[in-house]
Structures are given as C-alpha cells and as structure tokens.
C-alpha cells in the first residue's frame, strides 16, 4: 500500500511558512518509518531497511540477513564468509547475502580482508573454518598454496626447518636414514666417513655396508668368509671390476674359490681344474680335471671326458690328444 503524506488541514500556521514545512516534512517521514515497522513491508531478505525507512539495501559483505522482519544484518561468524566461493578472496565476496559459507580446508578467516584465504606456501589447513594455518614440520613441505596436508621429504631428501616450500637434496654419495626426514643427511649404503669425519667415502673391496646412517659408529663390514665384492659373470668369479661402495657381498660362485692372499677377491679355476659347488670352508681350492677328462677355460663346473679315439694321460689337462694309431 503506498504512503503518502498530505499537509493536515488543522495544523495551524506557525511562526512562520518555513517553520511550518519543515514541522510537516518531519511528521511526514515519522509517519513512514512507523508505517514499515507496523505493517512489515520490509519482505526481502538478505536486505535492510536505509536510515529512512524507506527503501531496502542488501547486506555488505562479510553481513548476512535471513530474515525479512530484520532492521540490521548481523555479521558472519568467525571462520565463515559471504563469498559464494569459501576458498575466493575479498574482491569475490557478495553483497545481499543470507547465510554465510564456512572457509575451505586450505583456507582460514583472515581478519584484515574479512574473507578465506589460501595458506600460504609451507602451510596447511585440514579443517574447515579454520582461523590460522599450520606450518610443516620439519621433514615435510607445502609447495603450493591451499595446501590441505604437508607432503614428507622422499628418500635422499631433506628439510631440517619448519614451514617450507621444498626439501633438499643430499650430496653425492649421501642419504636419509627415513622417509620424512628432519636431520641432516648421512652416509649413503656402500659408503662410510673418512678418518677425519668429514665427507663420505667408498667402502673398500671386500666390505659392504648395507645401510645408510651417520657418525663414526657406521663403518663398512668385511665380506662373510667366501663371499666377495667383486662383480662376477656367469661362469665363475672374475678379477674384474668391482669392489667400491658395496651395498652387499656376493658369494664365490661355483667354478671360484677366494684368494688366499686377498679376501676381498674370488678367483676363478684355471683351465684344467673345476669347482661343481660354490666354495666353503672345506673346498679351499679348485679340483685337477682327472685323466681322460680336460676343461678347456677358468671357471669350469665340471670337466668334460675325452672324445672316442682321444685321450688326456695326466691330470689337470687342458685338452684331449688323438690317439696316435688315428692321426
């Protein structure tokens, strides 16, 4: 129903005819007011009524309204915001609104911009309607923000600090004892500290170390009898390559014995000897192929008879001989 306001017929003149208009424009506005109030034309929500009481406006963000018979809207809990989107920012926030939307996990309340915020790099936030972030620990890192958990340092990595972005990386020849790491790198398996403590140096043949680990306690361990850190082929041990940095040993294949003069090397049978099993303590060295049998290369398993019409007279032979009789 519109409200209009008309100059009363009894209302006398006063002083003077200004006097008298501003008495009937005050008159008129307090009748508006109370008009509204009484008949409830106030019936949007997410709005109030202006200082005159005369025209709705929509709630300023950050200030909601669910009701139609309101005066004021009411301001959002903490941790809530009016954006439509709980993980935007300020300049998103919405005007008009009736409820308020709580802030998203990797989001918090920010006070000074009256809005959710992501979390910064190195922090998280697992909750929602959080009001603060929590920075990774060390071990862990964030690196990106709106991060809802801390991600753990893989394995060679590193962060001694709290509430960063990113892990290091260890040295050369350094590890992490654990995944997540917070302490500083130690020497990686196959490697120990030198004498002085200082930097991390190969295991030398014939000792292994399997694990990485730190300080001057964590030493490389020598080969277990008849086992090597040397490489190996098929056919038996090799003097080849081999040695530094071992992880683990490797035992005397079948075909090898160990040197009795280094422990740290498996050598192979020579031509004309054989060795079925791999080494121990009792097959110290290798077995002479026996007359009419000969093996023709090192690291022989077994050795191979003699043709018909061939022969091999003595032990330890490398080859087999035609008879003469068949020349």
Same mark, same amino acid.
């Given at each position: ?10 209302? !006398?003149?006063?002083?003077?005819? /200004? ?21 409830? /034309? ?5 709005? +109030? ?6 025209? %709705?406006? !929509?709630?300023? !963000? ?114 992490? +004892? ?7 790198? +130690? ?15 190969? %295991? ?60 740290? +090397?498996?050598?192979? %049978? ?18 002479? %192929? ?38």
């Amino acid at each position: 129903m519109p409200m209009c306001c008309w100059y009363p017929p009894h209302l !006398p003149l006063l002083l003077s005819p /200004t006097f008298t208009f501003f008495v009937f424009v005050f008159i008129c506005k307090l009748k508006k007011k109370l008009f509204l109030y009484l008949t409830n /034309t106030n019936e949007k929500i997410g709005a +109030v009524p202006d200082y005159t009481g005369s025209t %709705c406006v !929509p709630c300023l !963000p950050g200030t909601y309204q669910a009701s139609a018979t309101a005066r004021f809207c009411d301001p959002c809990p903490q941790g809530t915001t009016t954006a439509e989107n709980a993980a935007a920012a300020a300049i998103f926030d919405t005007q008009g609104s009736t409820s308020c939307n709580e802030c998203l996990a990797g989001y918090y309340f920010s006070s000074l911009s009256n809005a959710c915020a992501a979390c910064r790099l190195g922090a998280y936030s697992n909750v929602t309607m959080a009001t603060t972030c929590h920075e990774c620990t060390a071990g862990t890192f964030a690196p990106a923000q709106g991060a809802t958990a801390c991600t753990a340092c893989g394995e060679g990595t590193h962060q001694t600090m709290h509430g960063t972005s990113s892990c290091q990386t260890c040295a050369l020849a350094m590890s992490t +004892v654990v995944i997540d790491a917070a302490q500083e790198c +130690v020497c990686a398996a196959g490697f120990m500290l030198d004498f002085r403590g200082m930097i991390c140096v190969p %295991c030398p043949p014939g000792f292994f170390r399997a694990e990485a680990g730190g300080g001057h306690e964590a030493q490389c361990s020598l080969c277990p009898p008849f086992s090597s850190t040397w490489q190996t082929k098929n056919q038996g041990a090799t003097e080849g390559e081999g040695g530094g940095g071992a992880t683990t040993c490797a035992y005397c294949l079948a075909g090898s014995v160990r040197s009795p003069d280094d422990s740290s +090397v498996c050598l192979a %049978c020579a031509a004309g000897s054989y060795q079925p099993t791999p080494p121990h303590a009792d097959t110290q060295n290798c077995t002479l %192929c026996a007359a009419g049998t000969f093996a023709p290369a090192q690291g022989a398993t077994a050795c191979t008879p003699c043709q018909p019409n061939y022969y091999a007279a003595r032990n330890g032979s490398t080859a087999c001989l035609q008879c003469p009789q068949y020349r």
